[in-house]
């Protein structure tokens, strides 16, 4: 995949665990909880419909109560290798009045030695876009879940 560096925000990284272990990470709810968002905030409730038009739904709260859902869409997948999912679209392609950032997301888990190569892309539909969420945090917040994630996996 050719990444346009205007419009996409890559986060890659070598995990210890192999892709089924990561892809479980991905699409198991009680999984998913454990280390979806960097702490001290957390996942509190997650729905994944393992389907194209399947719903991708997590609920974020902070240390102070702070509440933030986030409701999607899958659009693909390939069981242990890719997972694509947005918030511009609900469940079965139903589309969002508001989106959250208004991006798609494509995270791969490719076989590395006994390990996996892991990337995830946020891909958006502007220029604007892209820098507001990279502003966010996009790095340092999807890259603190990553770690969560290495974390998890490695004692799986």
Same mark, same amino acid.
């Given at each position: ?8 925000? $890559? ?54 109560? $702070? ?63 892209? $820098? ?25």
């Amino acid at each position: 995949m050719l990444l346009n560096p205007e419009l996409d925000l $890559e986060l890659t990284r070598s995990f210890t665990a192999p892709p089924v272990v990561i892809w479980r990470c991905w699409t198991e709810p009680e999984l998913i909880c454990q280390w979806f968002c960097p702490k001290p905030w957390q996942v509190t409730e997650a729905v994944i419909d393992l389907r194209a038009g399947g719903r991708f739904y997590t609920l974020m709260r902070g240390p102070e109560g $702070e509440s933030m859902p986030n409701e999607g869409s899958l659009l693909d997948l390939e069981p242990g290798r890719k997972l694509v999912f947005t918030d511009l679209f609900k469940a079965d392609f139903a589309p969002v009045a508001a989106p959250g950032l208004g991006f798609a997301a494509i995270v791969t888990m490719d076989p590395q030695g006994t390990g996996t190569l892991y990337r995830a892309v946020a891909r958006h539909r502007s220029a604007d876009e892209a $820098e507001t969420h990279r502003k966010m945090g996009f790095h340092e917040g999807w890259g603190a879940a990553a770690d969560q994630l290495e974390d998890l996996s490695k004692g799986m």
